[in-house]
């Protein structure tokens, strides 16, 4: 097959130096990689300094760098607003995504495959190959399931055929059941890349955006209740360093510290030193790619019953699902029941990242009519 992928320009794919958390970029990378290790053809829409030698990969990038290299625009888009910033991070991307159609037009394609914004759908009608949209955020963020189902019912009542939905867990399905769906698909991992230890750690671990969503205010919390050391690990947005300064900041200490954001070689040490790894969320969280991280390292999750939390996490078996604070502050006191190497075990069977890279293919596959297996 001949398969386009796009998630961003914005930043180079994949983003290995960029102190920035983007699980779309690293996914698309890892299925362009893996796709065409199984021969098939990849063309990259990506920014222009992205490191892809990959053998059967094009690069596409319309002569665009990331933004952070782009000298001229970045000097003057550091100066703007947020609200001004993101038209300017809407229209990098679209000019790019111009010519990926531009080139669909002239049916360089077989399917075309986006892990990036809904915006980029409306293109979709202006050609017959088929694009298929991975969901990456839940169905009622940030915008509400109401203006959501306003802009995918479009689809429906143009008639447009051609594009198909993947979700990323069954529970980010609920808010828009009735989208033109062609599977879900689990994130994965490069499981070689997440060492197992079998020797339970220390401490607490919390890793992710610093964002009061994600309930690190919580795990705060937990820490306190239990008196157990936490670390706390990932990115503060600048839109939310009034939720750091008040909520989590003041309560820096030797039992709960920041370790920054750390290298993926640093995260690895960091799961397997923790006795569990702590998942607050106050939302619906799609997916979450650091509980299989963690759980692929050894150590069990415990987290709150949202979103795809029950389809990750095995309860009682590779953690804990809980419904509250009370919930979570008794199974960290019963986490030694649970077996670090039944959470490695879990991950293998379930997450590995060549499973994920079939279960792609098997849908482009499926999309195009053709027999599982043909190239």
């Given at each position: ?31 362009a ?6 021969g ?22 319309n002569?665009?760098p ?10 003057f ?41 809904p915006?980029v ?73 997440f ?13 992710g ?33 009034s ?50 991280e963690?759980?692929?390292c ?30 979570m ?27 994920m ?19």
């Amino acid at each position: 097959m001949k398969i386009a992928l796009f998630a961003t320009n914005f930043y180079p794919t994949p983003p290995t130096k960029e102190k920035k958390i983007y699980a779309p970029l690293w996914i698309t990378y890892y299925l362009a990689k893996g796709l065409a290790k199984k021969g098939h053809q990849i063309f990259l829409f990506a920014s222009s300094d992205s490191k892809v030698n990959i053998k059967n990969v094009r690069l596409i990038s319309n002569n665009l760098p990331s933004l952070r290299k782009n000298k001229t625009l970045f000097s003057f888009y550091q100066n703007l607003s947020e609200s001004w910033k993101e038209i300017i991070r809407e229209n990098y991307e679209l000019f790019l995504i111009s010519k990926l159609y531009q080139m669909a037009q002239e049916k360089k394609f077989d399917i075309i495959q986006f892990h990036s914004k809904p915006r980029v759908l409306y293109m979709a009608q202006l050609v017959n190959t088929p694009t298929c949209f991975t969901l990456h955020d839940p169905l009622n963020y940030p915008i509400g399931t109401k203006v959501l189902k306003l802009i995918y019912n479009t689809f429906e009542k143009n008639k447009v055929n051609n594009v198909y939905f993947i979700s990323i867990s069954n529970a980010q399905r609920k808010p828009l059941p009735t989208l033109n769906y062609a599977s879900t698909i689990y994130h994965g991992i490069d499981i070689k890349k997440f060492s197992f230890s079998n020797k339970r750690g220390d401490y607490l671990a919390f890793a992710g955006r610093i964002l009061p969503r994600k309930g690190v205010h919580l795990a705060v919390q937990i820490a306190k209740l239990t008196g157990k050391k936490l670390k706390i690990a990932g990115e503060i947005p600048s839109d939310n360093l009034s939720y750091w300064n008040r909520e989590i900041k003041p309560y820096l200490s030797k039992q709960i510290t920041y370790e920054g954001m750390l290298t993926q070689k640093q995260m690895v040490s960091f799961y397997q030193k923790a006795e569990a790894f702590l998942m607050p969320i106050l939302w619906e969280e799609p997916f979450g790619l650091v509980m299989i991280e963690a759980m692929a390292c050894g150590t069990p999750v415990i987290a709150f019953k949202k979103g795809s939390v029950p389809e990750i996490v095995k309860n009682k078996k590779t953690g804990f699902v809980v419904k509250n604070l009370k919930e979570m502050v008794q199974a960290v006191r019963k986490i030694d029941t649970i077996k670090r190497i039944d959470c490695r075990k879990w991950v293998e069977e379930n997450f590995p990242l060549e499973k994920m890279v079939a279960d792609y293919e098997k849908v482009y596959y499926k999309i195009l009519g053709k027999k599982y297996g043909e190239i």
